[in-house]
């Protein structure tokens, strides 16, 4: 049986055996939101179809639920929200410990500018980090902030990503 509580980011309208429709206020009448979202959420083979109605933020997902099932779907479609609604914070908001330091590394798994901005914006969320970015032709990530090189590996690669060398 599928639990259809406890997510912050969307409301479980329906459940089958392959497929969700959920509503969301993150991507209602943001097609911007909604398209990173489609785009982030279409990279995993589970998913077969997607279709959303922006206006009212609904969100109908037919998926393979054999590979994944559906309370795991719908965590992994929580966590995408929760990147897609949060914006990063300002600079003046950090409260940063120590000197801050440039890192960059080399990463492995972008496959798409999707792939580069989930990375940026996943780290930019981190109060230690002033600035990242991603860029998917040279496979280089770089930080600006007071983490250290490891942390910073470890939060690339639970989002699927392989930290290959330091640059």
């Known amino acids: 049986m599928t639990t259809t509580a406890g997510f912050q980011h969307f409301k479980v309208l329906k459940t ?32 077969k179809e997607l279709v959303m109605t922006v206006s009212k ?31 990063p914070q300002n600079f003046s908001e950090k409260k940063l410990d120590g000197a801050p330091q440039h890192l960059e590394l080399v990463v492995d798994g972008m496959s798409c500018p999707a792939c580069a901005l989930l990375i940026e914006m996943s780290l930019k969320k981190d109060v230690q980090i002033v600035d990242a970015s991603a860029d ?12 250290e090189l490891e942390e910073i590996v470890t939060m690339i690669e639970k989002l699927g990503y392989t930290h290959i060398e330091n640059a």
């Not at 969100?59 to 929580?78: E, W």
């Not at 998917?136 to 983490?147: C, D, F, I, N």
């Open 16 to 47: 089958w055996t392959d497929r969700v429709k959920v509503c969301s206020p993150v991507i209602q009448n943001c097609s911007e939101k909604a398209h990173f979202f489609q785009v982030l959420l279409n990279k995993r083979p589970e998913i």
């Open 136 to 147: 998917l032709e040279s496979k280089h990530v770089k930080v600006y902030g007071t983490r």
């Open 57 to 87: 933020g609904d969100i109908d997902i037919r998926f393979d639920a054999n590979a994944l099932p559906a309370q795991s779907l719908m965590t992994v479609m929580d966590a995408l929200l929760a990147n897609v609604v949060k914006k």
